[in-house]
């Protein structure tokens, strides 16, 4: 039985059976919506200028996975959680994984992180030095090693590598070693692994950057072979990208492997996703959705695997409302892209009626999907609204025995 607040429900299927959406189709797809959460994004982070450690953060992956569990259990929407290695370095990864089982968890992509030693400083695979290029290469063989022992199958590739000045490195010398590594790294990985590569445009290099666009991360992954797959990080591009092109153009190449999603106003801001520009990620979504009908077996697969991840750094706001609030951002405009009519489009589209077109993308954006997603999380037994439930439940308020200075980065 529908719950009082959802009257607003009746209406709004009323309206959606006139526009011909199926509402059970939408709802079953709500339902099955996954997104990994990340584990740094319940720990302190900050930004080059300042980390404030914050009460009650995690103190190690075993408490960072009691956080995602939380956060899990009241949006319904988080089964996974990446690591980050050696962020989330233990003895024992078996012993993290177990811990996430009994959580209800499983442990998903694993992060290699080759951007915080010192001997990294001017490159880490790409490093002119064979010695540095090694133990990189090594560390990337270590979180094959990790993933087999946590059951991963992704592993989520960025390369901080770059330099500052031109002449300062040879571009492709660098462009050779880095496929060298990736190349070592495809060989250890297992049949049902993937790796994720992703790019960045500048940042912390601000000449070149070896990795710095799709196109590179691309063409790696079609050297590599079919477990190579591209991972577009949704603040990763210069302003004004069309990054739901990309997404298009790489789910027609049948490399999209996942996203990192986070907003931006001006760089790689990290800032929570969907607060500055929402119809960025509504219309990314409708670029999945269209492709997720398609006549080709293959297109249709690699729309079913891909990876949703969130990677945020959480400044200023409490880290657990962010990242219920980043979830339900996403649950939201993926909710107003299930709205969307396809048939009304591409019919708009063969008579060439621009406006019409872009009335029936804009018109699913523009609905209010508020009581369709009281009634989905009422069907699964969620709360209503989960930012609430925390608010008010006791986890907040128990977690700050954990004292300050918890970890970070
Ligand atoms: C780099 O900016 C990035 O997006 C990569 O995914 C890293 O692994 C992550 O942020 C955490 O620093
Ligand atoms: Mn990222």
Known sequence: MLDVSDRAYTLFEEVQKSRGINLEQVKTKLKALKIETPSWGYGDSGTRFKVFPKQGVPRNPFEKLEDAAEVHRLTGLCPSVAIHIPWDKVDDYSKLKNHAASLGLAIGAVNPNLFQEGEYMLGSVTNSNPVIRRKATEHLLECVDIAKATGSRDLSLWFADGTNYPGQG?????????????????????PQMRMLIEYKFFEPAFYHTDLADWGMAYNYAVKLGPQAKVLVDTGHHAPGTNVEHIVAYLIDEKKLGGFHFNNRKYADDDLIVGTINPYELFLIFYQILSASNDSDAGIRQTVDNIAYMIDQSH???????????????????????????????????????VLAAEEAVRRAFEFDVTPLLHVVREEQGLPLDPMKAFLASNYGKDILARGKGGAGW
Do not use: G
């Not at 496929?179 to 297992?190: D, G, N, R």
């Not at 657990?320 to 708009?348: G, W």
């Open 315 to 353: 400044n200023i706001e409490p880290k657990i409302p962010a990242m219920i609030r980043s979830l339900l951002n996403v649950q939201i405009q993926y909710a107003k892209a299930l709205l969307v009519n396809h048939t009304q489009v591409e019919e708009a589209q063969q008579r060439n009626d």
């Open 170 to 190: 040879d571009i492709r010398k660098r462009k050779a070693w880095m496929f060298e590594a990736l190349a070592e790294m495809y060989k250890a990985i297992t």
